[in-house]
């Protein structure tokens, strides 16, 4: 995993810096054919390249959305990793249902940068990152991610009534051959050999 820090210190939920007690993890993608980071991260560190449309700003697209982390590409090509909310602070990734909303319920929440959902190559570079990210966020707050709920996406959330009606990651990884129950035992396997 190659993570890297860049805070959206102008987004309102920053701001705002609501303190929440991490109990599970959101995995989200973007919904746009962008795999680039400095779409949405900036303002350009040297490795994002630059982007004019990222979420440093007090509401996106004039919208409350503000996610702890994204995965996608930096201006040379590799697949990293850019943390932009302290782990423990309340997001807005999740959106909410009738059983509430998992923002407020401890999730830390990331987004994957997605491309045209074609390119192999890409998926596994990325879904390798997010698993390592998840991985190492089990790690840090003593989560057990094969427990019930604990790595759930944003489809299983608003299956579970605690996020807004959205396919993702359920539209994109069974296209090469993944599940999320896939994602949680490959979690699983990188703590149990000691991974992050």
Not at 91 to 103: E, L, V, Y
Request: overall charge positive; charged content about 20%; proline content about 5%.
């Amino acid at each position: 995993m190659e993570l890297h820090q860049l805070y959206l210190t102008k987004n309102l939920c920053y701001v705002k810096g609501s303190i929440m007690t991490p109990r599970g993890v959101m995995v989200h993608s973007t919904g746009a054919n962008n795999p680039r980071l400095g779409r949405y991260v900036g303002p350009d560190d040297g490795l994002l390249g630059s982007g004019n449309n990222h979420w440093n700003t007090p509401l996106p697209g004039g919208q409350q959305v503000c996610v702890h982390a994204f995965i996608g590409k930096l201006k040379d090509g590799r697949v990293a990793t850019y943390q932009t909310l302290p782990w423990n602070y309340v997001g807005w990734h999740a959106g909410g249902g009738p059983k509430g909303s998992a923002n407020r319920l401890g999730y830390i929440g990331f987004e994957i940068c997605e491309d045209g959902l074609n390119d192999g190559v890409y998926f596994a570079a990325v879904y390798r990152e997010a698993v390592e990210l998840t991985a190492h966020l089990c790690k840090t707050f003593a989560l057990d991610p094969l427990a019930n709920g604990v790595v759930i996406c944003h489809a299983e959330g608003a299956q579970r009534g605690i996020a807004s009606h959205h396919a993702d990651v359920l539209h994109w990884f069974p296209k090469f051959g993944r599940t999320m129950n896939d994602f949680r035992r490959e979690v699983r396997q990188t703590l149990d050999r000691g991974g992050v």
